[in-house]
Every structure is written in structure tokens, then in C-alpha cells.
């Protein structure tokens, strides 16, 4: 008798063993890897903390032309969920989870899902190439955000309801933030406002102050303009009366005091938002910068035109 008891009770404290673990498994947290900086701070925004969000490569990279590393390989067989851009900026993630095997077994989230794409404006070689920069802006960043809530909910439905609850209230901090650069510019006089970028990025941020690029000096990003691509952008910039030319932090200063020298024109730094740390603060720390040197630019521009 006292066997069978002994028997019962072990096997009572296997099966609630057993359940626990299921029930852990059940409720386990998605490992979600991320492809750039934006898509680090939208999905930490909206998981809050019902899920891990880690970086699938480390800051300490340049993301253009990046060569897959062991560590990344190891670190991409631990995911559950892949958020990527897939509209060309982060085509080693792919190479990454190849490497690893795990193509096929990680969920991919493509963050552009749906999102209306710009060709890159102001090429200096003439192709028309769509532009993967979509989280240099608020407006094309929302969508994304939505996307990103959206396929982790179908992922996680215990936490589906959250997911939307928090990307609701991170884009409307995202928004009120936009409109506070909006009203700055409300009573500005019309402007006939022409810019020139070293990188054919920034489409997106512009296009929100319905502004468009007249040249871009970097023919392709991470390739230094030539000699003769120079004269031309100098060319350019001149024909196009540009007033503004706005500069990335790593290009080199010697091709920007080159233009500035040449053209007259006044040289303003925006951001990539790619090559800070991986913060849930991240995205909007950079959109506001942006939006303040642009905003910037148009406010000094109009005070400029009515001397």
C-alpha cells in the first residue's frame, strides 16, 4: 500500500511537473532579433517587456557593405522572430541566417510591408533605385511600426492586444512630435526651398515637409564622389540655385568645405539613425535631431529671404 502511495504522489509530481513546463513553454518570451537601430527602438516600444529584443549584429559596425561575423551566426540560432527592412538595407541578414541554417525556421518580418517606397532622388548616375531608407521619417515609420505589432500578435496572441495598445501610444508620441516641428513652420511664408544631400537617404524625411532633393553628392552610399562626379554635383548645385546642402556626421569634411567653398552654400548635418546604440530611445533622440536641423534650415532660409 504504502509503494502505491509513494508511486501516486511521484507520479502526481511528474505530471505537475510536466504541466508547469508546458505551461512555461506556452508563455515563453519571443526572442526577437532586429535587423537596425529604428527597428530596435519600434519593436522595443511595442513589446514593452512581454518579449526580448536584441540586436542581430553589434553597433560597433558600419551596416553598408557588412560582412557577417561568427558571432551573428551563433546569435541568429537563438531567434525566434527577424525584423528586417528587406527592401535593400540589410541584405547580410540574410546571408547571416543562411549561414546559420535558419532561414527557414526564424519568422521574418518585413517592416516595409505595404509601405509606399520613393526612388532615390537626385542620383548622379541616372538609374532609378527604390529607396530602403523608410525609417528616416515619421509618416513612413508609422505603417511600419503597425506592421511590426501586427505579425508579432499573430506570433504571440496571449500579448496581441498589448502589442496594438503600445504601438498605438508610440505612434502618437511619434506624431505629436512631428507636429510640434509642423507648428513651428505654420505661419512661414512660402518657400521655394531647394536642398542638395551627401546621401540619397533622407527622401522620406524630406517629403514630409513636401520637399524635394536637386542633387545628391555620394553616388552610391559608402562611395566617395570622384573628381569629376564633384565638378558635376558643384554644377549641378549651382544651375539649381541649391540653398542648403545637408551633411551626414562621417562624411568627409574636405568634400563638404569643397562645395561649401564653391557654391556659397550653408551646410546643415542630419542623421542616418543607424549608427547609434540600440535604445528603445533611439529613434525618436535622432528623428527630433533631424527634424530640428531641417526645420532649422527652412526658418533661417525664410529669414534670409525677406532681408
Known amino acids: 500500500m504504502k509503494i502505491a502511495l509513494r508511486f501516486a504522489a511521484a507520479l502526481a509530481l511528474l505530471l505537475t511537473a510536466a504541466a508547469r513546463a508546458e505551461d512555461a513553454s506556452a508563455h515563453k518570451k519571443l526572442r526577437i532579433g532586429v535587423t537596425l537601430v529604428p527597428y530596435f527602438s519600434f519593436t522595443a516600444n511595442i513589446v514593452g517587456d512581454l518579449a526580448e529584443v536584441v540586436p542581430l549584429i553589434g553597433t560597433a559596425y558600419n551596416i553598408h557593405g557588412y560582412q557577417p561575423q561568427a558571432a551573428d551566426i551563433e546569435n541568429a540560432m537563438t531567434l525566434d522572430v527577424l525584423v528586417v527592412n528587406g527592401i535593400g538595407h540589410d541584405e547580410w541578414a540574410f546571408e547571416i541566417l543562411d549561414a546559420a541554417q535558419m532561414r527557414d525556421k526564424i519568422h521574418l518580418i518585413y517592416a516595409n510591408k ?57 505612434t502618437a508620441k511619434l506624431r505629436r512630435i512631428k507636429a510640434e516641428y509642423m507648428a513651428r513652420l505654420e505661419g512661414l511664408d512660402e518657400l521655394d526651398f531647394r536642398c542638395a544631400t551627401v546621401h540619397g537617404g533622407y527622401d522620406y524625411l524630406l517629403h514630409e515637409f513636401g520637399l524635394t ?11 566617395k564622389p570622384t573628381a569629376s562626379q564633384m565638378s558635376e554635383t558643384i554644377e549641378q548645385i549651382k544651375n539649381a540655385h541649391v540653398q542648403v546642402l545637408f551633411s551626414e556626421q562621417d562624411f568627409p569634411d574636405d568634400f563638404v568645405e569643397t562645395i561649401e567653398r564653391e557654391t556659397g552654400v550653408k551646410v546643415r548635418h542630419l542623421s542616418h539613425l543607424t549608427a547609434s546604440e540600440y535604445t528603445p530611445e533611439a529613434f525618436e533622440q535622432g528623428i527630433r535631431a533631424n527634424l530640428e536641423a531641417l526645420s532649422s534650415a527652412l526658418l533661417d532660409i525664410n529669414v534670409e529671404e525677406k532681408k
Open 213 to 223: 532633393v536637386a542633387a545628391v553628392i555620394e553616388p552610391n552610399h559608402g562611395a
Open 114 to 170: 505595404g509601405v509606399a517606397l520613393f526612388p532615390v532622388a537626385g542620383r548622379n548616375d541616372g538609374k532609378e533605385v527604390l529607396n530602403p531608407h523608410t525609417f528616416i521619417s515619421i509618416s513612413s515609420s508609422v505603417p511600419q511600426i503597425y506592421n511590426i505589432a501586427e505579425e508579432l500578435g499573430q506570433l504571440d496572441p496571449d500579448n496581441a492586444a498589448t502589442y496594438r495598445e503600445n504601438a498605438r501610444k508610440y
